[in-house]
């Protein structure tokens, strides 16, 4: 069943049209990949997705639901989005942005406090992030501060996670570290996860399915093992890829040389 539904998607900025009449449909309790080259529309068809750009034509039905109907509080209860480079707020602390994600759970009627501390308090812990939780989000490391975004999308506990190049800035530790909690959160939570990566062997190894963008279109949209079948992932990029795989079967790249 999809829990998300694009239908004649089609964005621009300025006039520049980037999304072309895109049709989609994202498996919900999956993890899907969305990969393709530099400038191909991955970053802006996120965007679009999750409602934080509008676009100039299409509809997203989220769990059946028209997005564009729902309250921003509803949506984000549905949907947590992490963008590419958040601007990140002056003075405030980790814990305090990581709190930021625990709004559209709040209401003036019901103390749910303790609750909130819970789950912010394991969003710290599962980023690595409990001894920083005071320290101020300017004087943090880029790394650092990635893994903040990270926990501020977690605290908000919503069935499906929209995440742009996640791994952007971490360390090879915290790079798997994250991967590996994503996908723990898709296995045992049911969380249906959606992320844009540029590594191809992460992309292979933690998803369910794959999405390749190409100039603002699908090229392919399939589970990982035709991805690697037809030599999707060669035709898009123009490399020449060696498959190989691991004690569990899954597929990892090699890869440098270029077809020209
Ligand atoms: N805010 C913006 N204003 C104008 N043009 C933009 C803006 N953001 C992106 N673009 C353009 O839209 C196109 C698609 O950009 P987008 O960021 O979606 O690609 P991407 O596939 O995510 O790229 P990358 O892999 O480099 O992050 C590019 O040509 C880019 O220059």
Known sequence: MACISVQGLTASYSK?????????????????????????GKSTLLKAIAGSMKPDQGIVHINGQNMHSLKKKELAKILA?????PETPKDITIEQL????????????????????????????ATD?????????????????????????????SDCLFLDEVTTYL??????????????????KSKTIIMVLHDINHALHYSDYIVVVKNGKIFAHDCIESIVENKVLENVFKVKFKVLYD???KPFIVSNELIN
């Open 129 to 157: 992030l409990i001894q920083l939780s005071q320290s101020s989000m300017s004087e943090l490391s880029g790394g650092q501060r990635q893994r903040a975004w990270i926990a501020m999308a977690l605290a908000q506990n």
């Open 171 to 188: 360390d090879i530790r915290h790079q798997i570290e994250i991967l590996n909690l994503l996908k723990s959160l898709n296995q045992e």
């Open 81 to 85: 989005f992490l963008p590419q480079s």
């Open 16 to 40: 520049s049209k980037i999304l072309d009449n895109i049709d989609l449909e994202f498996i919900q309790k999956k993890v899907t990949a969305i990969v393709g080259p530099n400038g191909s």
């Open 247 to 249: 004690e569990n079967k």
């Open 98 to 125: 990581v709190s930021y994600g625990r709004y559209s759970h709040q209401n003036l009627f019901k103390n749910t406090k303790f609750e909130d501390k819970k789950i912010i308090d394991w969003a710290l812990q």
